[in-house]
Nanobody
Framework: QVQLVESGGGLVQAGGSLRLSCAASGSIFGINAMGWYRQAPGKQRELVAHIFSLGRTVYSDSVKGRFTLSRDNAKNTVYLQMNSLKPEDTAVYYC???????????????WGQGTQVTVSS
């Protein structure tokens, strides 16, 4: 019913930048929140950044000041601009969206397939 398509991952040297995109499509009535999580090998999935329907954005402490999350509501798309990348940012990045399928329905969580970000030292 809802698909999240991610793009923009890759390999970059420390100090470099990457931009991730995530576009939501399908039978969407509304998106309450949308953003990114990441999971490094041997570690739990963790929040990177999330933006809510009224524009409030939250970031993990580890990325504050380096990453910027923005949203294009007309396109149901979020963008994660990642600057000053560090080797510890290496992980699979997953897009997440809390989506309502019809008026009055509760939001359900959807996930993208993940995109690899590798930062070399």
């Amino acid at each position: 019913q809802v698909q999240l398509v991610e793009s923009g991952g890759g390999l970059v040297q420390a100090g470099g930048s990457l931009r991730l995109s995530c576009a939501a499509s399908g039978s969407i009535f509304g998106i309450n929140a949308m953003g990114w999580y990441r999971q490094a090998p041997g570690k739990q999935r963790e929040l990177v950044a999330h933006i809510f329907s009224l524009g409030r954005t939250v970031y993990s402490d580890s990325v504050k000041g380096r990453f910027t999350l923005s949203r294009d509501n007309a396109k149901n798309t979020v963008y994660l601009q990642m600057n000053s990348l560090k080797p510890e940012d290496t992980a699979v990045y997953y897009c997440n969206a809390a989506v309502t399928l019809r008026l009055g329905a509760r939001a359900s969580d959807y996930w993208g397939q993940g995109t690899q970000v590798t930062v070399s030292s």
